[in-house]
């Protein structure tokens, strides 16, 4: 708490001394936010492959072991300070998550961690004079364009800069430059420490407006350094097939970096390299093209819709990725909530482990959400608490449609959301067998690597013979003018193919015992 007590004490001192340096305006927000998370089933399994019982929860996207009830508690405190209506400057701190007793994150007896304070933005703004030119350089948060849905290519904190210029009232353009990593490559005695383990991504948006239409073309590339995510450790698994498993180098935020190697890379492919040849010795060049839009002509109804094509080139066949996405939203606003229908399809991995993968490639998805596909499934907003994400950060390979109504309120300051979903995957059922390990070689008796290990080993690898139904129920109630109280119930269940997924690296039997997940999340948020 001591760090904390050093921020508190800065902001006050910098207000404190806003009358005295009338040049510049000072001012904080923020807001404490806890979570009372109930979760059961959140592997999906009631035993696991070996039989043995699962307990507690267990979050999906990196297999973080937890109790079945946790108590968290994170701080958002943001400084601004503005010379002008030209020029300003941000820091964005977050404290926290702590979760209750542990003594890892300064939650155990006597509090005081030390490294939970961490900085989440820290950035200048500023208008160029007499233009309008604007820039953004710092550590700030990127998101991509989608109106139907949050980006399922990258939406995150990142280091970089942003220049945005509107053209006319109809047209503006943002270009970004995004240092993704850099100087983590610990060297060999043939290569030295940081060679070639840059990672940078360039991005261009030219949002237009007219009457009764919004539309956002965009696109993404850029290049990422053979030693970005390098070295890389490869298991030898029991029936033949092999393990493997890229550096995380963001070691202080391990999601993004799993999300790296599981966005990037294919669930499991084939290679008659060898180990010692298996990965590019140059760099990756990928890129993503999409177009949004939103139709509001006939106001109350609404049409949203996102299509994006992405591909990776790794300098290998068998390490590519490409792949697309569509989505369709319907609205109709009405007095007492907003009813919605909605469809998407991602494409899915094809029956040939040695041709890349055939899913769309992304980043990182997991930061700022607002407008996912669901709340317990994935990460539906930007709340913190455990019960979120069980069946992964990205749904990359399923198809699905949904029905929901947002913001349905019947009493002063109390609203609801109600979604169902129906889904199901796009993978061919042929992947499910190198991913267990049942098939340690391809057709061509090539060597099997296997990226992802099971249905649920980072987030959820569904194939067109597995289908699944979530829904979510969500109520916010407005105590007072700043504090706000959330519950949030959510219920999973997957019909997965026992013939598919039945059996595991040749252990006998189908060793499949799939389980529903559902939970209880309440959370208290005081904004400031």
Avoid at 288 to 298: E, K, M, R, Y
Avoid at 400 to 421: C, E, P, Q, W, Y
Wanted: proline share 4%; charged share 15%; hydrophobic share 40%.
């Amino acid at each position: 708490m001591k760090k904390l007590g050093i921020l508190l004490l800065a902001a006050g001192l910098l207000l404190g001394s806003a009358p005295q340096c009338r040049a510049v305006d000072f001012d904080v927000k923020g807001s404490w936010q806890f979570a009372f998370d109930y979760i059961n089933g959140g592997n999906f399994m009631g035993k696991d492959r070996n039989g043995n019982n699962v307990g507690g929860q267990q979050w999906a996207a990196i297999h973080q072991q937890r109790d079945e009830f946790e108590a968290i508690q994170r701080l958002h405190l943001q400084l601004n300070a503005k010379a002008s209506e030209n020029l300003a400057g941000t820091v964005f701190f977050e404290i926290g998550e702590q979760r209750w007793g542990m003594a890892a994150q300064g939650g155990a007896l006597g509090a005081d961690g030390s490294n939970v304070v961490k900085v989440k933005n820290a950035y200048l703004d500023w208008v160029v004079p007499n233009t309008p030119l604007k820039l953004r350089m710092g550590l700030q948060g990127i998101k991509l364009p989608g109106f139907a849905l949050d980006s399922p290519v990258f939406q995150d904190d990142v280091a970089g800069i942003a220049a945005s210029w509107k053209m006319n009232d109809a047209v503006s353009i943002t270009g970004v430059w995004m240092r993704l990593l850099n100087d983590n490559w610990s060297g060999t005695a043939s290569q030295p420490a940081s060679y070639m383990d840059n990672f940078d991504l360039f991005a261009l948006t030219v949002p237009v407006t007219v009457d009764g239409l919004k539309i956002t073309p965009w696109g993404m590339g850029g290049a990422m350094g053979p030693n970005s995510l390098m070295p890389a450790a490869v298991t030898n698994m029991p029936g033949g097939s092999k393990k493997v498993a890229l550096t995380n180098p963001i070691t202080g935020q391990a999601i993004d970096g799993l999300e790296l190697r599981d966005g990037l890379y294919p669930a499991a492919f084939s290679s008659a390299r060898g180990t010692s040849r298996l990965w590019n010795d140059d760099y990756s060049s990928m890129y993503w093209g999409g177009l949004t839009g939103q139709w509001t002509s006939f106001e109350p109804l609404r049409i949203s819709w996102d299509f994006i094509y992405g591909s990776v080139d790794h300098g290998k066949e068998d390490l590519n990725r490409r792949g697309w996405f569509g989505m369709l939203l319907a609205e109709y606003a009405l007095d007492w909530g907003l009813p919605g229908l909605y469809g998407w399809y991602f494409s899915g991995d094809d029956d040939n482990p040695n041709n890349g993968s055939e899913r769309l490639p992304y980043l990182a998805t997991t930061n700022n959400l607002t407008n996912s596909l669901s709340t317990f499934g994935y990460r539906g907003n930007p709340i913190m608490g455990g019960g979120k994400g069980v069946l992964g950060v990205n749904p990359s390979g399923t198809w699905g449609v949904g029905a929901r109504i947002k913001d349905v309120s019947f009493l002063d300051d109390l609203s609801h959301t109600l979604r169902v979903n129906y889904f199901g995957g796009t993978n061919d059922t042929k992947m499910a067998s190198y991913i267990t390990g049942r098939h340690a070689t391809d057709a061509s008796g090539r060597q099997i690597y296997r990226n992802n290990t099971d249905f649920n080993s980072f987030g959820t690898y569904l194939t067109t013979a597995d289908t699944g139904m979530e829904v979510n129920l969500d109520s916010k109630y407005k105590a007072a003018e700043n504090l706000t109280f959330i519950l949030e119930l959510g219920y999973i269940h997957l019909w997965l193919d026992n013939d598919v997924w039945g059996h595991y690296q040749n252990i006998s039997g189908t060793s499949l015992n799939v389980k529903d997940a559902w939970k209880a999340s309440f959370n208290v948020v005081y904004s400031f």
